[in-house]
C-alpha cells in the first residue's frame, strides 16, 4: 500500500500562511486526497478532503491539481494552536486509512 | 452523542496477559478501525472493518484479534502481550464519504 510523501518538518510564525505540499504520485483514479491534523496525546483530527481543483472550508484549503499527483494544504494565519502533526492521506476505495509519518509543524510567537 | 468511547485509558499488562481494548461508537457508523502509534511515529493500521461481521487485517494484525458482532462495538483483542505491544491505541470510526472520528486512544505498557 503506497504511502504518501511529505516533508517532516516546518517552522512558522504567527499570522503567517502555512502552506504543506503533499505526493502521491501513483495516486489511484478513485483516490480522494485527506488530511488529518494531530495534537499531541489525543487522536488524529480531520480536516479537509478533496478529489482536484480546490477545496475549501473555515480551517483550511487543499488544491490539488489537475494530475492530482500532488496537493497543498494551505492554513491561513496560523497560531500558536496549529502547532501539530500533519497527515496527508490517499483515501482508498476500500476505505482503509494508511497513515505515513506526517508533517511536523511549529509555529512560534 | 458521545462519539467514539475507548476503554480503558490506560492499562499496564505483564508479558503474556491477554485482554481487550474497547471501542464503541454511537454514531451508527458502518466503517472502523483499530491503529497503534509508537512515540514519534506515525499511526498504523491493525485491523478494520466495513461493517457487523465483516473484518479484515491492516498493516500489522499480528498479535491481535478482532471482531465486529455489532454496528456500535469493534473490541480489539490481544492474545498473548508482548513488550513491542506497548504503544497507543486508536479506534477510528467513519460513515459514508466523511472523515474519520477518533478515539482519544488506550496507552498500554507491557512489562
Known amino acids: 500500500l503506497a504511502k504518501t510523501t511529505q516533508p517532516i518538518s516546518m517552522d512558522s510564525y504567527e499570522g503567517q500562511e502555512v502552506n504543506i505540499t503533499c505526493s502521491h504520485n501513483?495516486?489511484?483514479?478513485?483516490?480522494?486526497i485527506t488530511w488529518y491534523q494531530q495534537f499531541p496525546s489525543q487522536g488524529p483530527r480531520f480536516i479537509i478532503q478533496?478529489?482536484?481543483t480546490k477545496v475549501t472550508n473555515e480551517v483550511a484549503s487543499l488544491f490539488i491539481p489537475a494530475d492530482r499527483k500532488s496537493s497543498t494544504l494551505s492554513l491561513p494565519r496560523v497560531s500558536l494552536s496549529d502547532t501539530a502533526v500533519y497527515y496527508c492521506?490517499?483515501?482508498?476505495?476500500?476505505?482503509?486509512?494508511?497513515f505515513g509519518t506526517g508533517t511536523r509543524l511549529q509555529v512560534f510567537p | 452523542n458521545a462519539g467514539v468511547t475507548q476503554t480503558p485509558k490506560f492499562q499496564v499488562l505483564k508479558t503474556g496477559q491477554s485482554m481487550t481494548l474497547q471501542c464503541a461508537q454511537d454514531?451508527?457508523?458502518?466503517?472502523m478501525s483499530w491503529y497503534r502509534q509508537d512515540p514519534g511515529m506515525g499511526l498504523r493500521l491493525i485491523h478494520y472493518?466495513?461493517?457487523?461481521?465483516?473484518?479484515d487485517q491492516g498493516e500489522v494484525p499480528n498479535g491481535y484479534n478482532v471482531s465486529r458482532s455489532t454496528t456500535e462495538d469493534f473490541p480489539l483483542r490481544l492474545l498473548s502481550a508482548a513488550p513491542s505491544q506497548t504503544s497507543v491505541y486508536f479506534c477510528a470510526s467513519r460513515t459514508g464519504s466523511d472523515g474519520y472520528t477518533f478515539g482519544s486512544g488506550t496507552r498500554l505498557t507491557v512489562v
Open positions: 472493518s466495513v461493517g457487523a461481521g465483516i473484518t
Open positions: 454514531m451508527n457508523h458502518e466503517y
Open positions: 501513483n495516486i489511484a483514479t478513485n483516490d480522494y
Open positions: 492521506l490517499r483515501t482508498l476505495p476500500t476505505d482503509k486509512l494508511i
Open positions: 478533496g478529489y482536484k
